[in-house]
């Protein structure tokens, strides 16, 4: 499974190339091409996503859904329903910003603990977002090939599915594997309860360590105000005895 996701996202970077290297020519001349592609990793993701195991997050319903509408698309544009560039642009701009903004996930906003994954996740959703933002505003500013710009969205799309495909792990049938599937299961809950006995033991004891010192300086200050009220009474004391 991982290995189709990666061959489909590497046609969907070649088919974006080939926009790029040719630019001049309107899309409706490069639209059945580029329908094509949508229509086959649109199949594969949809494939991926129902037969592929992915972890807790749910991986698997997102590629689905991503898959089915990029299969709609492309039975769109090889239908000949996109008559024209400037419609083309728009579809993809939407299409860009739509999943740059679905894909983006709320962890990724702690900087300080992302990994090199989480930044490469954000930095692809950054690039989607000023892609489609971009498009809406092309014939006003810098006046770009649409095929140009229809290419560079589709490496974008392309790079985040080939970055995608490596969450994939191959699906095993379950009668088979099942029980060894349940103990390496069983075995990585153990290590998460051990982990979280020792934090736990990390903590009671850190804990019993500042009791420890709150204690002890209690106890310090209770001298400190006794050797002061003896210090007053002794003072009290000569007063009367010089009176």
Known sequence: MRTLMMIASVAMI????????????????VAFVIGLIF?????????????????????????????????????????????????ALMMFALWMLIEGVLAFRSEWLDIMESDADQRIGVTLCTLMLIAGGYMFFNNSTLRLSQTLLIGICMIILGLRRFWQSFSIEYSRPSFVTGNEEKLMEAQEDEKRALAKAKEG???????????????????????????????????????????
């Open 39 to 87: 229509i086959l990793l649109g199949a594969f993701e949809i494939l991926i996503g129902r037969r592929a195991d992915f972890d807790v997050s749910e991986t698997g319903v997102g590629i689905a859904k991503d898959g089915f509408l990029m299969l709609i698309f492309g039975i769109v544009i090889v239908s000949g329903q996109v008559t024209d560039d400037n419609s």
């Open 14 to 29: 070649g088919a974006g190339i080939f926009c790029v290297a040719n630019a001049s020519a309107a899309f409706l001349s």
């Open 201 to 243: 033991i990390r903590e009671q004891k850190n804990a019993q360590r500042r009791i420890a010192k709150i204690k002890a300086d209690m106890a310090a200050e209770q001298d400190i105000m006794m050797s002061a009220a003896i210090t007053r009474q002794e003072r009290e004391a000569e007063r009367e005895m010089e009176e």
